[in-house]
């Protein structure tokens, strides 16, 4: 069965290019533009990867991150966070949050491919 | 040594200056030269009418002999050896060089406040992302934008059997974000452009409107005339050469619509017979006038014979509107006294406070200050009001059974054992 990744991200375009990457390598690719409901749709998808924007309406993607790291269930749930601004505050904050990988827009596809690679290479497989 | 014990100092800083000997002066003044000399040496207190007798002997004004230089001048110039580190002796001796050498130290002490003000510019400028709302955004904008084209622009060239649904698609993404992207990247150029220019790095907003403000003297006869006109108002701002900053003509129109409505509601000419048959009480004029206080206190402040003063704050404690009076100092930069009413009120809108209020450390001028809190937003459900807090400071009229004591800024306020003090002053140990 295909890996399953959720990926919230208020940018239509940029969702729609790494749906494509990600499609591509296999994945079914949930996309979700909203931060609000993200918590809920993640819980219910139970993924094996999760890319959070920081920027969303209705909640950010650190709000998102912490929600998430509180759950027992998703202390070892894949993370990677893009964000527009590269500051090391917004980088210490995710990572105090508990992200997996953090990475700067504008990326390149072929790192955030080998991002997600790396994050998904140890996880099992769900059966 | 407090400043009323160096009066002898400054007596014979004044007699060396004039050329005079010291036995020549106590003859002068009918004293003996050896008690001149205890005198000079800060050994004897001195007042009264040989205090006269010596002024007037020295052609000097008494005062400058017990007050020496301005309390203000020295603080800025103790300001100005705390932060070059001067240590030793003469850090206490800023007294003597600002008397012996006024000229001198007034270009030390303007030559700080210069400083304070470039610092704080370059502040803000090195920080330009954190402190700029409009750069971040436009910033982030641009970012968004760029990975969006970088993304879907590696995906054409990269991928060499692209289904034609999926290239049409693409293709279409590219046009309009490259059209964004080139929106926004002209945008932040004009932004960046025109900042410059419209942005004196020596002077705020703030200080631009109260130029402008004090230009016409508060009062604005178009608006108490014509009432409510929204392009008298703009008229007025963009005519002003003291609003030389888009920010500084933003908050001017503020200010303008808030006396149209101001003087729409309570005329000055109202206002001024209910003062001349109750006395200058924003209280009794604010029941006579059927007016909230909070717009009594704006209008007494438009009425140059009370001499008023008046400051604005909103929720945050900034402070967003200020007349100046003589005698009641407003720091420029840095947070002002917690114990001013203007605070006090903040979390209570409807609340009247009057107090008889003296700040430490200059002329020793009273003042009654009234103060209250009043609602400025539309009302919701379940929502905080924002508030503003607006003081009148007019200058005392007879005694008070109590009086406050408060400061202008912790740094150089003087009061002793303070329950709202943040910072040490440098005034302690005594100018």
């Known amino acids: ?127 | 040594m407090s400043r009323e014990a160096l009066t002898g100092s400054r007596i014979r800083e004044r007699r060396v200056m004039a050329g005079q000997k010291q036995a020549d002066l106590a003859t002068e003044i009918g004293i003996s030269a050896s008690y001149l000399n205890l005198i000079e040496h800060n050994r004897r207190r001195i007042g009264g009418k040989l205090l006269l007798n010596i002024s007037a002997a020295l052609g000097v004004e008494p005062t400058a002999l017990t007050e020496g230089a301005e309390v203000a001048l020295i603080s800025t110039l103790r300001e100005a050896a705390d932060e070059a580190g001067l240590t030793g002796p003469e850090v206490t001796r800023a007294d003597e060089f600002a008397g012996r050498f006024p000229g001198w130290a007034d270009v030390l002490a303007s030559t700080q406040r210069r400083i304070a003000t470039l610092v704080r510019t370059i502040e803000t400028l090195t920080d330009r992302l954190a402190h700029d709302p409009h750069l971040a955004a436009s910033m982030h904008e641009l970012l968004t934008t760029a990975a969006a084209i970088r993304s879907t622009a590696s995906i054409l060239a990269d991928t060499k059997t692209l289904e034609p649904e999926w290239r049409d698609r693409f293709h279409i993404n590219i046009d309009q974000d490259s059209r964004r992207l080139a929106d926004s990247a002209q945008a932040l150029v004009r932004y960046l452009e025109a900042d410059p220019d419209t942005t004196p790095a020596a002077s705020s907003p703030q200080e631009e409107v109260e130029a402008f403000l004090e230009a016409h003297r508060f009062r604005f006869a178009m608006l108490e005339e014509a009432g409510h006109d929204d392009s008298a108002i703009e008229g007025l701002a963009q005519a002003a050469p003291e609003l030389q900053s888009a920010a500084a003509r933003h908050i001017a129109r503020d200010v303008l619509h808030q006396v149209a409505r101001d003087a729409d509601a309570l005329p000055i000419k109202q206002l001024s017979a209910a003062v001349q048959e109750f006395g200058p009480d924003p209280m009794l004029l604010a029941q006579h006038c059927r007016q909230p206080v909070g717009r009594v206190l704006r209008r007494m402040a438009a009425m140059p014979e009370l001499r008023a003063g008046l400051l604005v704050c909103d929720r945050s404690g900034t402070v967003i509107f200020r007349k100046s009076v003589d005698g009641f100092a407003v720091p420029r930069f840095g947070a002002c006294c917690p114990l001013w009413p203007l605070f006090s009120v903040l979390g209570h809108p409807g609340l009247v406070v009057r107090e008889r209020l003296e700040q430490l450390g200059r002329g020793h001028s009273e003042f009654d200050c009234i103060a209250t809190s009043e609602v400025q937003s539309a009302p919701g459900y379940n929502m905080q009001p924002l508030v503003q807090s607006v003081m009148l400071i007019l200058p005392a009229q007879g005694p008070a059974a109590q009086k406050l004591d408060v400061g202008s800024t912790c740094r150089i306020c003087p009061r002793d054992h303070c329950p709202a003090r943040r910072e040490p002053s440098i005034l302690n140990g005594g100018v």
Do not use: C, Y
């Open chain 1, 1 to 127: 069965m295909a890996k399953h990744v959720v990926l919230v991200e208020d940018e239509t375009n940029i969702a729609e290019a790494i749906r494509f990457l990600l499609g591509r390598e296999g994945w079914r690719v949930e996309t979700l533009a909203n931060g609000s409901t993200a918590v809920d749709v993640i819980r219910n998808a139970n993924p094996d990867l999760v890319i959070l924007d920081v920027m969303l309406p209705g909640k950010s993607g650190f709000e998102i991150l912490r929600d998430l790291r509180a759950d027992p269930v998703f202390v070892d749930l894949p993370i990677l966070m893009l964000t527009a601004r590269g500051q090391a505050r917004d980088r210490e904050m995710a990572e105090t949050a508990g992200v997996s990988r953090f990475m700067t827009k504008p990326f390149s596809n072929g790192e955030m491919l080998d991002a997600v690679r790396a994050l998904t290479a140890t996880t099992p497989t769900t059966p």
